[in-house]
């Protein structure tokens, strides 16, 4: 029996995936089809198939305790403290730092206060004015409207019954600038507190808008 060649053993061996077409006699394109052509087509083919995934679905995870950290969230029930909440209130008596907290209650008794003790700090000037319109359109103008005549878009679309009050009437032409602080932080009647939304510095530029711009004083 004739020994087989250590190359004959070696094509044998590979010769399907590299030499049997030639070996067959076949062109050699066959061997580049399986060498080459199949296996990146294959690739490429995961490569795609990995991707067919909705957009909601985050697909594998590598570190799940970054998808599903083991601390509380926020807003989470929490069975380690007394009341159930992670959220923690602040201490009571404590502010944040650099809050000067509103000295005056809501309503009658507070407004005349605020009337007598509060005024404008700011120097009022053309740029402080603008700043004041922008406010003033952004947190007013719905419902008390772009003229102050308490006709903004809010009530007369009839989505807010309630009439605004005219900041152009006889009357809110001699309200002070205290009192306008005082009905903006603490909110007035109907009229919501706006002390949480805007602030301090705001609402004096808003109120020097009024008075300038609006009742032209
Ligand atoms: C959601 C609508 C709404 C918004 C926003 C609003 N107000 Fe009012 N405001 C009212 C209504 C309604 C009243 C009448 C309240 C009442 O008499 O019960 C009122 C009353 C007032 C009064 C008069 C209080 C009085 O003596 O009768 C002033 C001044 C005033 N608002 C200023 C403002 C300013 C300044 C802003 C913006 C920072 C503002 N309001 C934002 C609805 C609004």
Not at 90 to 113: C, K, L, N, S
Request: aromatic share 10%; with cysteine; hydrophobic share 35%.
């Amino acid at each position: 029996m004739k020994h087989p060649s250590k190359q004959s053993i070696l094509v044998r061996h590979t010769g399907f995936f590299l030499h049997q077409g030639n070996r067959r006699g076949r062109p050699p394109v066959f061997s580049l089809v399986f060498a080459q052509v199949l296996p990146a087509i294959a690739l490429v083919a995961l490569l795609f198939s990995s991707c067919d995934r909705t957009r909601m679905d985050k697909g594998y995870e590598y570190f799940p305790d970054m998808a599903h950290s083991p601390a509380y969230k926020t807003y989470s029930d929490n069975p380690a403290m007394d009341d159930g909440n992670t959220m923690r209130k602040p201490v009571a008596g404590t502010i944040p730092r650099d809050m000067v907290p509103y000295p005056y209650e809501a309503g009658f008794e507070g407004r005349e206060q605020a009337a007598m003790h509060l005024d404008n700090p700011l120097n009022i000037n053309s740029d402080l004015l603008a700043e004041g319109q922008e406010l003033y359109r952004v947190f007013c103008a719905n419902c008390h409207g772009i003229k102050g005549d308490g006709l903004g878009n809010l009530h007369t679309s009839g989505k807010y019954i309630i009439p605004p009050t005219s900041l152009i009437s006889p009357e809110a032409m001699n309200y002070k600038p205290g009192e306008v602080y005082h009905v903006i932080t603490t909110g007035w009647g109907v009229m919501g507190a706006h002390g949480s939304l805007i602030r301090p510095d705001d609402r004096w530029k808003i109120i020097a808008f009024i008075e300038n711009m609006i009742q032209e004083k």
